[in-house]
């Protein structure tokens, strides 16, 4: 046993370092040459950024023994070279490298001198200026570093054959122990034969390549985990079964699960059958989208398929609350069917009374009051025109013009236009307080203080009055407009700003009123970024407290 393994040992020991010795070097030429590659990208990337910034001066000022840098028009010719004298330069327009980087952006080649000693390295990148940079690096080929690697080869072996024949029975009674003790988890720990160095270097590299990509799947774990855990949208990642592979906090609060969920099927935290349907239609389709009511709000869901090689994998779900859109389409809607209706009205009126007009109809005595009938509907038309145009801009958010204005000088014109309103009513109406001086638009707040008293006139007692008050406070100008007027019941306070919407429709209708003051009012108050409180009992009248910001960005 002792002789054949030591046959084995002095058979095996001389080829393995030879081959070792191979190895070893393959594997640190392919690992130098990587680097060396990766290293002359590098500096072709931060040669590249100086040139565009510099030019050729860049180039020309450049001192690098190590490096050759080439910069090539787009025909070929070589505009400076940091080693030749460009001149003398064939056209480089079909190098392997340039075309490359000419269709792609970049281009990479290599090419053996004509000896084979020499390899030459070549990386070169596209300039915004349409020209090429190439950079240039010669290195010593296989060929040449085993040529040189003969002599030391030749000592080794010779060392090994002396040392395997001395060693070699030796060795072979205890070849079994040191083997059956390596400790293959911390492979250069081990006091082991040299032979093996190879090998337990390549494990310990694995190792760490493992351990890498162990910490870097990790790390991804953890990003995903953190971005997807502060989204506010909901998403749900399905597997190719639908079964849940990963959800977020935002869709367990949607769907009402917890983890429990994962690894069952979608169908276990939603069974409804649009829901169903439209993963279906993703999976064949590769998109749909749906939405759905959950929990008294809307909801779209996003389905996208998931796909590898053409293959379906899964899907993902997104869900986005859009109650708020659906909220303000149905406004639209609702306001686009106000809009007709309180458009037709003055019109059906104006048209029937000039029809009657135009065709005769009418007494000669009863024509004036027909008259005063289609201009008093014109004059409520256009009313509504304008009250709804201003709404619009309002909407838009349109910037108007700011300046330094006096809310009580405001509040006296607003008040000596409606002087006669007021006076027909028998409304009287009182001014107090500070002067109130704030910088807004001029043209806005006389809209929302003239709005405010024409409503409190409009809906005041004969007889009633109205008080208003100005407040000057640190930074801000408090308006309060108390009126004795009909008054609001509780349950439709909340409803009076929306657009069109009338307490006592009767009433209004009568005054003439739009429907769109108070809604003007909000809306101007939050464009110049102040804030309106409504309070009011029925039968004894309502109070607006107006709060405005001296000043705002």
Known sequence: MTNRIFRAIFCVATSVLIVAF???????????????????????????????????????????????????????????????????????LNREEIQEALQSGSGSSSRYSTTLTEKYYYEATLLKDGTVLRISITTASVAALLLNMIGPLAFIVVVAIVVSLI????IAKNITKPLNELDLEHPLNNEAYEELAPLLNRINSLHRELDMKMFDL???????KEVTDNMREGLVLLDKDNNILSINPAAKVLFGTDDTCLGTDFL???????MTKAIERATKEGHSEIRLPIMDKQYQFDITRIQDNDKTTGAVILAFDVSTQAKAEQMRKEFSANVSHELKTPLQSIIGSAELLSNGLVKKEDTQRFLTHIQEDATRLLALVEDIIRLSQL???????????SLKTLTNEALSSLQTSATAKEVSISLSGDEGLLKGSKHLLYEIIYNICDNAIMYNVTGGS???????????????????????????????FERFYRVDKSHSKQSGGTGLGLSIVKHGVEQQHGQIKLTSKLGEGTTIVITLPKEYK
Request: hydrophobic letters at 35%; zero cysteines.
């Open 466 to 496: 109205i008080a208003i008050n100005i407040q000057d406070k640190e930074d801000k100008v408090i308006l309060t407009v108390t009126d004795t007027g009909i008054g609001i019941p509780q349950d439709q306070i909340n409803r009076v």
């Open 268 to 274: 276990t935290i939603d069974r409804k059958l649009a």
């Open 167 to 170: 060693a070699a029975r030796a």
């Open 22 to 92: 191979l190895i070893i070097t393959g594997i640190l030429y392919n690992d130098f040459t990587n680097n060396q590659t990766l290293q002359l990208k590098d500096e072709l990337s931060l040669a590249a950024t100086a040139t565009e910034d510099e030019g050729v001066t860049y180039l020309v000022n450049l001192n690098s023994e190590r490096y050759r840098l080439t910069l090539i028009n787009s025909d070929g010719v070589v505009i400076y070279d940091t080693v030749a004298d460009e001149s003398t330069m064939e056209n480089h």
């Open 395 to 405: 909407d838009e958010g349109l910037q108007l013009p700011s300046e330094k204005v």
């Open 218 to 224: 990790n790390q991804q774990r953890n990003e995903f």
